[in-house]
Each structure stands twice: as structure tokens, then as C-alpha cells.
């Protein structure tokens, strides 16, 4: 297949990684985490603590414990496997600790913000901020998070820590951007989903885990590992969440299903399905506005390995983190870290 | 008159500090700070390059040059003058130059969301971002312009000053949404509008004014005196703001005249008239929502003697800011600053 050629798969290596450690049964790494990610939802609404009392229940109304916590459960475990790495205790220091929290406030307030441009009214079977409060109200809550985040990264104090971080921000407005504006020829296109993917989702776990790492060792190739295991987790995350779309239904997932169709968007289950559907170019170019669009690309999806194909390659992501993760000394944490990829691959909601 | 309480002046002492100094004519501020600013706006745009044609048109569409820059110049002029003060030769440092321009990108990231929280189609004579390219985009590109103002920020490379910006994004959010819900009984309403005018509008130039402070000073005393003399100048600037919107014809402003009561706001001269003319109080309650009270709160204003309290009020804010900045050892630029007090109050677009 044309697609799987070798800027899909920039970092692969060829590894059988998943044999190479684990001897014990690694732990549920939402059991490992669970210690550090208790009180995190208080701590970030201490940190969001204003005193007009709409904008206090505008700014918590995400951060209701409710959320899968994914990017901070990476974050935390990261930290404690590089605490050990380097011979530290595992305990988090306070600063990863705040990473933790800043990775998830960064990750909401952007939710905010999509959710206004892309007019949702649902995100996680809940109404949308937006919806509830009204557009200006959205957008001046996903700025107050933001804000608050800057505020708790400056407070940590490490210069490269908030470049890190500034970078996260940056990447995931122009994703953003990327994802209004796709309108590459169809060589490009899957280059363009692959660097969108990588700056909406993988960026930000990407880079959190990098900056846990800045703060406890000064190995730039420990960095490398700890940014190329949440880069990869991160687009096999977003991979599968792009699948999930097509494949769970809305009460499983908390949103309609094909709500990416719906809003024009082309993810990976199409670009494979349109390999052996040329029909489904026409309807990506004009971003399945027409009638009837959005009905037909599904049954091409369905009809096609698109599903599969988008699973594989969110595997073969999955494998590289497990091989760039295995490289640190082993602990409880790296093999959780281990475990997760499984959950990412497998998980339905 | 009962708003003439030491609220109102927390910060004010009595001086008739416009004589003690500047024995010679001050030269005008924009001619002195002229070599700094002239390639502000090309700098900025390299600050913000991006590879996607249209985001960087509406990234750069409000950085023309054609704006007043009155925040980058009170930067640049009072870091030269605190640079002078410290022992340094004027010229400003690199870490100065990037907070005169973080000042002005902040600034009109603020802008750009404000535009289209308020639904604005014009500002400063051009239709606004969300008129041409829509509500959706004009998001993103209010995010983008402040996480490249992040960036620039974590560049400098100093804690204090990431810290000091920081508050002063936090400071912006809030003000707008104090804006959006004043509902205050009349007693709270000028402290309310106070409190919202600083975060609004002086909280950036008194924190940027800091900033470059304390990159080339350890002295707290004088970052007070810079932060003192920033958010003196900013809250009179903004009241004169609030003037020129009842006194200011909509070709002068490049926006259309009493457009704060269209908007629902209660500014400096509404709140002063209500004094005068009770009426008013029920107007405000209801922010202006009925049939013709935005015709009669205008008519209430103009008869009452609000706009000259307003503007004697913005006088007593740049007499304090005047008292604080002559503490510094004399120098072109801080008699610059000096005369600058009287273009704020003397401005009329």
C-alpha cells in the first residue's frame, strides 16, 4: 500500500520489544498512578481558585475527576520511572508534579476552545461548555485555563521546562489550524494528518514527559526516550481514537459517532479507505459537504480495511514507545508504561 | 461628591511634581523612542512566521505599524530610562526589546478574542478578524499570536519575568469577564470599574514596565517605581479611553461613538453622571437593554459633568504616575515618560 512508506514511520525500528522485559506481571498503571492522580483535579481547581463564582464553576466543570486522566497518568508514571532511572526516589519532586496538572489543564482549556470553533454541544456525554454558557463565556474560560496554566508553569521555574511547554501550546493551535484547512493533494494528505495528529495530541504528552525528565536528569538521551515514548503513545492514542469514531456507537463513547465526518475532517480510517475507494477523494476534497456525504463515506470506511489499517499503524506507534521506553531501568512504572500501550490498543471508549 | 473616597486614589499623595523637574524641554516621546519601535512590528512578525499562508495574514493583520504602539513605547522609554538609572548604558538589552514586543502581542491577542466575544466588526478603522475571516479563526489566531508570546517570553530566560507576564494574561481574562458581569450593587460599581480597568488595561503596561526593570535592576524599589508608573498611566489611559468613546466622533476613533453603552458598560462617565442623575442606576442594572436607553443614558451623560470628572480623575492617575518615575535619576527618557502623561490626557482619537 502506497501510504506505508517510510515517512509514516520515521522513528520505527524493527523489535520484538515486547518480549525483551516484563517478567512479573506488570501492575494496572491506573492502579500505579492512582496515589499521585487522587488529589490532582483538587489541586487544579485550588490553582483555577477565582473569586467570581461563574467563572470558578465554568473553569471546574472539566475537572470533575471524571475524565480518563490519561495525559497526567503518563506524566506521573514518566516521572516516577526517570526518578529511578536516575537513581532519585520514585516519589514525584514537586515541580513533575505540577507538570501533571499543567498537562491537563493545557489539554482542556484546547478542548474549550475546539469545542466553541467546532460548535459541539457534547464532549464526554456532558453538554459543552459553550453550550451551557454561551460562546463568550467559552472562550474566555478556555483562556483563564490557559492562563493559569502559564501562571503554575512559571511557578515551577525552570527556563527550559516552560520552553518545552510554550511549544505545546504553539503546536496545538497550528493543529488546530492544520485540521481547518486540509486541503492538500492526496500525496500530502496523510504526511498532514500524521503532523496534525502529532501536534493536536502527541505534543503535548510528548513534550510533558520530556519536561518530568529535564527536571531530574541532565541526559539529553533520557530526554529522547521520555519524549519518544509519549510522542508515540500520543499519535497511537489519537490514532485509535480516530477508529473509535467510526466504530463506537454514541452512548459508548459520549459523542455522536462520525462526528469527525460530520465536521469535514479526513482521519486516518478514510485516507486508508480511499486507497481502494478512489470515489472517496472527490467527497475528502470538498470535505463531505455535500448530501449524503457523510452517510456514503462510512459505508466505504466499513466496506474498506481502513479500520484495520488505522489499528496496525497504531500498533507499530504502540511497539516504538514500548522499545524507547524499555531503554530506561526497570521499575514498576516502565513496565505500566508498557502495560498502557496495550490499553491504548485495546480500549473501546 | 461621594466617588471621591480614598478608594478611589489608593495609591495617590499630593505633589505638584509637573515642576520639579525638566528644566529643559522634553523631546517627544515618539521621536525617542522611534529607533526601538521602527522594526518592532517586523520583529514581531518573525515571532509569529508560519509556514500556513493564510494564519500568518491574520496574524500580522493587526500588526500593520499603523497603531499607536503606546504600550511598546512606554516600554522602551522606561527601560532606557531605568537602564540610565542603573548605571547602563541606555540602549536596551535583548530581554527589554522582547517585552516591548510580548507587551504589544499580548495586547492584541486580547483584542483579537474581545472583538469576538463583543461581536465587534470594526477596530481602529479596519473590520475586525472575525468580520473577515470569521469567529472560528479569529480563535485560533488570538491563541496563536499568545502562545507565540509564550514562547518569546520563555526565551528570555528569566523566572521573575515569565512570572510578572504571566499575571498579566491572568489579569486580562479576568478584567473581561468582570466586564461581562457587573451586576455590583452602586456602592462596589467604581471600585468594580477601577479593579476591571486595571486588569484590563494597566496590569500590562505596569508588568511589563516591572519586567524590564528587573532585568537590569535588583533594586525592588524601583521595580515598584516602573510598575507604579505603568499602572498609574494605564488606568488614566483607559479612563481618557472611556471619555473619547462619549466625545469622539465615529471617523475620528475609527470606531463608532458610545459603542461601551451599546455593549452594555458602565464606564468612568455613566458612573460619574448616575450621581447626579439617579436614573441612570436602573439603565446600568439592565445594561442598556431597553428601547433608547443607550440614546438617554448618552443625553444623561452629556449634561451631567461626568466626562470632565472622568477626565480630572485620569489627571490625579498621571500626576501619581508623574510623582513615581521622577524618582528615577533624570534622563531624556524619563522626562519623555513625563510628557507622555500629558498626551494621554490631552489625546483626542
Same mark, same amino acid.
Given at each position: ?73 503518563? &506524566? ?30 493545557? #489539554? ?37 485555563? !490557559? ?31 492544520? @485540521? ?51 510522542? $508515540?503513545?500520543?499519535?497511537?492514542? @489519537?490514532? &485509535? ?9 454514541? $452512548? ?8 469527525? !465526518? ?18 472517496? #477523494? ?26 484495520? @489499517?488505522?489499528?496496525?499503524?497504531? @500498533? ?34
Amino acid at each position: 500500500l502506497r501510504y506505508k512508506s517510510q515517512f509514516l514511520y520515521p522513528t520505527l525500528q524493527s523489535c520484538c520489544c515486547r518480549t525483551i522485559h516484563s517478567d512479573a506481571k506488570p501492575k494496572d498503571p491506573f492502579t500505579l498512578a492512582q496515589k499521585d492522580l487522587t488529589s490532582l483535579y483538587d489541586d487544579i481547581k485550588k490553582e483555577l481558585f477565582v473569586s467570581k463564582e461563574e467563572l470558578k464553576s465554568l473553569c471546574d466543570y472539566y475537572f470533575d475527576g471524571k475524565g480518563k486522566a490519561i495525559r497526567p497518568m503518563i &506524566v506521573v508514571l514518566m516521572a516516577r520511572a526517570l526518578n529511578i532511572h536516575s537513581n532519585r526516589a520514585g516519589d514525584l519532586i514537586p515541580g513533575q508534579r505540577s507538570i501533571a496538572m499543567i498537562s491537563e489543564m493545557i #489539554h482542556t482549556a484546547s478542548l474549550v476552545h475546539d469545542d466553541v470553533i467546532d460548535g459541539s454541544d457534547k464532549r464526554r456525554g456532558k453538554k459543552t461548555i459553550n453550550d451551557v454558557w454561551g460562546e463568550r463565556k467559552a472562550i474566555l474560560a478556555g483562556d483563564f485555563i !490557559l492562563s493559569a496554566a502559564s501562571m503554575a508553569l512559571a511557578r515551577i521555574g525552570n527556563n527550559t521546562v516552560v520552553k518545552v511547554l510554550s511549544q505545546v501550546i504553539e503546536d496545538l493551535v497550528r493543529g488546530e489550524f492544520m @485540521q481547518l484547512g486540509s486541503k492538500e493533494n492526496e500525496n500530502e494528505r496523510f504526511k498532514h494528518y500524521l503532523e496534525k495528529t502529532f501536534k493536536k495530541t502527541a505534543s503535548l504528552i510528548a513534550n510533558s514527559c520530556k519536561a518530568v525528565s529535564i527536571l531530574v536528569n541532565s541526559d539529553p538521551e533520557v530526554h529522547e526516550i521520555a519524549y519518544q515514548y509519549g510522542r $508515540n503513545v500520543g499519535i497511537a492514542f @489519537q490514532l &485509535v481514537d480516530d477508529v473509535l469514531d467510526f466504530t463506537s456507537g454514541a $452512548n459508548h463513547l459520549g459523542k455522536p459517532s462520525a462526528a469527525d !465526518l460530520k465536521l469535514g475532517l479526513a482521519t486516518g480510517p478514510v485516507l486508508f479507505a480511499c486507497q481502494q475507494f478512489p470515489e472517496l #477523494h472527490a467527497m475528502i476534497m470538498r470535505r463531505f459537504s455535500s448530501d449524503g456525504d457523510v452517510d456514503r463515506a462510512w459505508q466505504y470506511v466499513l466496506q474498506s480495511d481502513g479500520v484495520q @489499517q488505522t489499528n496496525y499503524l497504531a @500498533q507499530r506507534y504502540c511497539e516504538e514507545a514500548i522499545r524507547q521506553v524499555s531503554m530506561l531501568r526497570p521499575s514498576p512504572e516502565r513496565d505500566a508504561l508498557i502495560k498502557l500501550t496495550e490499553l491504548v490498543l485495546t480500549r473501546d471508549k
